[in-house]
Nanobody
Framework: QVQLVESGGGLVQPGGSLRLSCAVS????????MGWFRQAPGKERELVAA????????YYLDSVKGRFTISRDNAKNTGYLQMNSLKPEDTAVYYC???????????????????WGQGTQVTVSS
């Protein structure tokens, strides 16, 4: 059974940074592509960033471009979302997601991921 476990959320002041981690077990990590989603109260879930199996292709929501960086470490079976210059509007529950695929270089920008983590709260406030 595939499990995704997020960590790294918390309370941070505007302009601060956090790094979210997503540890994956139960599936060969290199066979999956990943995404990070978020959902704020009263809003729909949105895709924040995605990364291909190869790690060489990425996607970012326009509002986080230049501030967030998605990455993966296949040796550690872990994906990351580095978040810098955080703003109050980044406050949300963040979820990592994984999708099995034979495609090495493409990202998934839909919400049709196979596996989901439990979510971690990120609060940006002074």
């Amino acid at each position: 059974q595939v499990q995704l476990v997020e960590s790294g959320g918390g309370l941070v002041q505007p302009g601060g940074s956090l790094r979210l981690s997503c540890a994956v077990s139960g599936r060969t990590f290199s066979s999956i592509r990943m995404g990070w989603f978020r959902q704020a109260p009263g809003k729909e879930r949105e895709l924040v960033a995605a990364i291909s199996r190869s790690g060489g292709n990425t996607y970012y929501l326009d509002s986080v471009k230049g501030r967030f960086t998605i990455s993966r470490d296949n040796a550690k079976n872990t994906g990351y979302l580095q978040m810098n210059s955080l703003k109050p509007e980044d406050t949300a529950v963040y979820y990592c997601a994984a999708q099995s695929t034979i495609l090495m270089f493409s990202v998934s920008t839909t919400d049709e991921y196979d596996y989901w983590g439990q979510g971690t709260q990120v609060t940006v406030s002074s």
